[in-house]
T-cell receptor, first 117, second 114 residues
Framework: GAVVSQHPSRVICKSGTSVKIECRSL??????MFWYRQFPKQSLMLMAT?????????EQGVEKDKFLINHASLTLSTLTVTSAHPEDSSFYIC?????????????FGPGTRLTVL | AQSVAQPEDQVNVAEGNPLTVKCTYS??????LFWYVQYPNRGLQFLLK??????LVKGSYGFEAEFNKSQTSFHLKKPSALVSDSALYFC????????????FGTGTKLQVIP
């Protein structure tokens, strides 16, 4: 099956610092990747859609200058949380879209637990 | 607009008994339907999907789901529950054709009791 990795799996940082999270599709090329945020005991909230070679599309209410997304290749997208604050602490999950004839499925990474002190 | 409803926050079932996790959807057009499972502090794992073809879809770990167009439902089922099936289950939908976002349900916590 399709594999998506995320790095790091867990990060603790001080308030005001920036944190970069990587998302890689390991065995397929993904022109589209997605970044989600999940609060405890809640569903996934789509933050942005990342398209290879173009600017990301952010959902309403998500600050694009705070959550910088770069999709530089067909297998890598990065999310940078800039000037992180405690309210940014959350579980961040990426997914990569695998599409083709009779298939259109998102495969998810294992998630990154961000804790901002 | 598309939407997904998972009416049960939690489902409890005894080990060995059949389980059902409910999902209904609303889309304009033909739906693509998905089930994912999430274990604590982990990402989502793909279980199964319906795009076209047979209404009964078989997936990973013995799970299956039945697409019912008239009832706009896509309930997840398993004939015999295992304690290891205890997790959070998400139903998701998108419309077919072209790029569309996937909409997730709110999740149903499945608790299998030994």
């Amino acid at each position: 099956g399709a594999v998506v990795s995320q790095h790091p799996s867990r990060v603790i940082c001080k308030s005001g610092t920036s944190v970069k999270i990587e998302c890689r599709s390991l065995d397929f090329q993904a022109t589209t990747m997605f970044w989600y945020r999940q609060f405890p005991k809640q569903s996934l909230m789509l933050m942005a859609t990342s398209n290879e070679g173009s600017k990301a599309t952010y959902e309403q209410g998500v600050e694009k200058d705070k959550f910088l997304i770069n999709h530089a290749s067909l297998t890598l997208s990065t999310l940078t949380v800039t000037s992180a604050h405690p309210e940014d602490s959350s579980f961040y999950i990426c997914s990569a879209r695998r599409s083709g004839v009779l298939t259109d499925t998102q495969y998810f990474g294992p998630g990154t637990r961000l804790t901002v002190l | 607009a598309q939407s997904v409803a998972q009416p049960e926050d939690q489902v409890n079932v005894a080990e060995g008994n059949p389980l059902t996790v409910k999902c209904t959807y609303s889309v304009s057009g033909n739906p693509y339907l998905f089930w994912y499972v999430q274990y604590p502090n982990r990402g989502l794992q793909f279980l199964l999907k319906y795009i076209t073809g047979d209404n009964l879809v078989k997936g990973s770990y013995g799970f299956e789901a039945e697409f019912n167009k008239s009832q706009t439902s896509f309930h997840l089922k398993k004939p015999s529950a295992l304690v290891s099936d205890s997790a959070l289950y998400f139903c998701a939908v998108k419309t077919s054709g072209g790029y569309q976002k996937v909409t997730f349900g709110t999740g149903t916590k499945l608790q299998v009791i030994p």
